[in-house]
């Protein structure tokens, strides 16, 4: 194969500079809103205002079990939950397949941490992330929710929510930097650019269906 040829005169060597450079940007530009977007929307779990709703989206299974990840994520809303500043836990999360389930993994463990299943509501088609929220608003009819996500994916999740017409605040859970981790951070980048496209033209979720009225009957038994 042959080398691609960089410019000799220093006018193409100026055009290809910049090139470049309006490449790099155009390539940030979605981050950057992220960033801008989710200002003033994350915290802590001390921090989470006191709303109805907490929403964990998944992060896989290990044998049957919520991978370390997730079961951080969990915990998180168990203790909003024990602490009182939320009533319901909306699971969100893949159920594809006959033999993987996220959200019952999630539920389960959930329940042997103090959330009565009552109050824990299910969504089997929380395929990624944009699905998640617009499912929240459209068919379970969440309207202000906290959000608990690792902090590499935190910002998209409330960024997407935010444009699915879920009012949210995020709460970042704290996680090892190990691979996945570095793998997670590295994966927000151009996950960022699909997030964008998807704030901007709102594609339908993978499955929608029907409404369901598993969050309003969880929330008229909390009162």
């Not at 001390?46 to 997730?70: K, M």
């Not at 929220?133 to 959000?147: E, S, T, Y």
């Not at 690792?150 to 190990?178: E, W």
């Not at 993978?206 to 409404?211: A, D, T």
């Amino acid at each position: 194969m042959r080398r691609p040829r960089l410019p000799r005169t220093r006018t193409g060597q100026r055009r290809l500079v910049q090139a470049v450079m309006a490449g790099c940007v155009l390539a940030l530009l979605p981050s950057t809103w992220l960033y801008v977007s989710t200002a003033g929307r994350l915290g802590t779990v001390a921090d989470a205002p006191r709303t109805e709703v907490a929403v964990v989206f998944g992060a896989g299974l290990w044998n049957g079990e919520p991978s370390p990840y997730l079961a951080n994520r969990l915990n998180a809303a168990a203790k909003l939950y024990r602490d009182n500043r939320v009533e319901v836990v909306l699971v969100t999360g893949d159920n594809s397949r006959k033999d993987y389930d996220e959200p019952d993994a999630m539920r389960a463990y959930l329940t042997r941490h103090g959330v009565p299943d009552r109050r824990i509501v299910s969504d089997y088609a929380g395929f990624d992330t944009w699905d998640s929220c617009v499912r929240a608003k459209k068919i379970f009819g969440v309207d202000r929710a906290v959000l608990i996500s690792q902090g590499f994916h935190i910002r998209r999740a409330v960024a997407l929510c935010q444009a699915a017409g879920v009012s949210s605040y995020g709460v970042g859970v704290a996680a090892k930097h190990d691979v996945t981790w570095y793998y997670g951070g590295t994966r927000e980048v151009f996950a960022a650019g699909k997030a964008a496209l998807d704030a901007v033209f709102h594609p339908d979720p993978q499955f929608l269906g029907r409404k369901e009225t598993g969050v309003a009957k969880a929330l008229a038994d909390a009162r």
